[in-house]
């Protein structure tokens, strides 16, 4: 898709450059290789120091750790998505899911740590991989956006293969803004069941704004 827009660019470049006018043939040829060469020189095709290279895509894993302990009184088997917040600490249940986000929860600090753990019914492996990811909600409540690199892949076990807890704190949050958590995966046609708890969470309520802009 990069590739196709930077020939595109480049073929306007061109048109434009034959486009000029009270030029001889000599001039035009000379103006137009020195716009097509300007333009493949920022667009990366030619000399700079990052030629050749790919741009870097970051997959961050969770790492084993933590535990995740329900409250007394909060029941993990209500609902698809059952959330309370107590003391600072924000606890998810999902039950069978393949996407679900929280409700949005008031940041308390510039980081949240993020403790899980899940099992999946797919009979064909032992663990998959699925992903939790901050999303940062508008101060008029009427949008929301995706918080760059906060996405962090975490292990589930078949459903045989017990507990196993996974961690790992995000950074690069507004202390007083509202965040969600999503719950997904990359591949494949199988359903998650496990438990979340998000530490450095105000005790202000939690917010549900399913409709808000961009939500997902």
């Avoid at 600072?88 to 249940?93: D, H, M, N, R, T």
């Avoid at 962090?152 to 969600?180: D, I, N, Q, W």
Wanted: proline share 3%; charged share 20%; aromatic share 10%.
């Amino acid at each position: 898709m990069k590739l196709a827009k930077r020939v595109s660019a480049l073929c306007l470049a061109w048109l434009l450059a034959l486009s000029l006018s009270g030029c001889s043939k000599e001039e035009l040829r000379a103006k137009a290789s020195d716009i097509i060469v300007d333009m493949a020189t920022k667009m990366g095709f030619i000399g700079g120091e990052d030629e050749g290279e790919e741009e870097e895509v970051v997959h961050t894993e969770a790492t084993p750790g933590g535990d995740v302990v329900f409250p007394e009184g909060f029941d993990p088997s209500q609902g698809r998505i059952p959330t309370t917040l107590q003391d600072g600490v924000l606890y998810v249940a999902f039950n069978g899911i393949q996407y679900r986000s929280t409700a949005y929860f008031v940041a308390a600090d510039s980081s949240v740590t993020v403790t899980a753990y899940a099992n999946h019914d797919n009979p064909y492996q032992d663990t998959i991989q699925y992903k939790i990811a901050l999303w940062q909600l508008s101060e008029d409540q009427t949008t929301t956006t995706y918080v760059d690199g906060t996405t962090v892949y975490f292990t589930a076990m078949a459903e045989e293969g017990g507990k196993s807890c996974y961690t790992h704190t995000m950074t690069g949050l507004t202390p007083g803004r509202r965040y969600k958590l999503a719950i997904s995966y990359d591949t494949g046609a199988y359903y998650i069941t496990g438990g979340v708890t998000v530490t450095n969470v105000s005790d202000q309520e939690l917010t549900d704004l399913a409709g808000a802009e961009g939500a997902v």
